[in-house]
Nanobody, 116 residues
Framework: QVQLVESGGGLVQPGGSLRLSCAASGFTFGNYAMSWYRQTPGKERELVATISSTGGTTNYADSVKGRFTISRDNAKNTVYLQMNSLKPEDTAVYYC?????????WGQGTQVTVSS
């Protein structure tokens, strides 16, 4: 079965960096685009970044452009989100997701807290 497992979240000071990872299994990872979303209490999930199946195309929310980088390693079935220059407003639960065979799959999420 399809599984997505995020890791790498934590507490970081403003201006700091974190790298999130999402390990995928149960499908042919290199055939599917991957995305990162984030959610704060009381708000809808927000699309943060998307990467194509080959990694050749990426897209970002305006709020993270120039600070976050999405990448993938198809040999390791893993997608990453490098987050630099973190701000308190980046605090959220971060999820990775993919649409596999017309169904959306989500990981359990990893908490990122940006605070001094």
């Amino acid at each position: 079965q399809v599984q997505l497992v995020e890791s790498g979240g934590g507490l970081v000071q403003p201006g700091g960096s974190l790298r999130l990872s999402c390990a995928a299994s149960g499908f042919t990872f290199g055939n599917y685009a991957m995305s990162w979303y984030r959610q704060t209490p009381g708000k809808e999930r927000e699309l943060v970044a998307t990467i194509s199946s080959t990694g050749g195309t990426t897209n970002y929310a305006d709020s993270v452009k120039g600070r976050f980088t999405i990448s993938r390693d198809n040999a390791k079935n893993t997608v990453y989100l490098q987050m630099n220059s973190l701000k308190p407003e980046d605090t959220a639960v971060y999820y990775c997701t993919s649409r596999v065979r017309s169904r959306d799959y989500w990981g359990q999420g990893t908490q990122v807290t940006v605070s001094s």
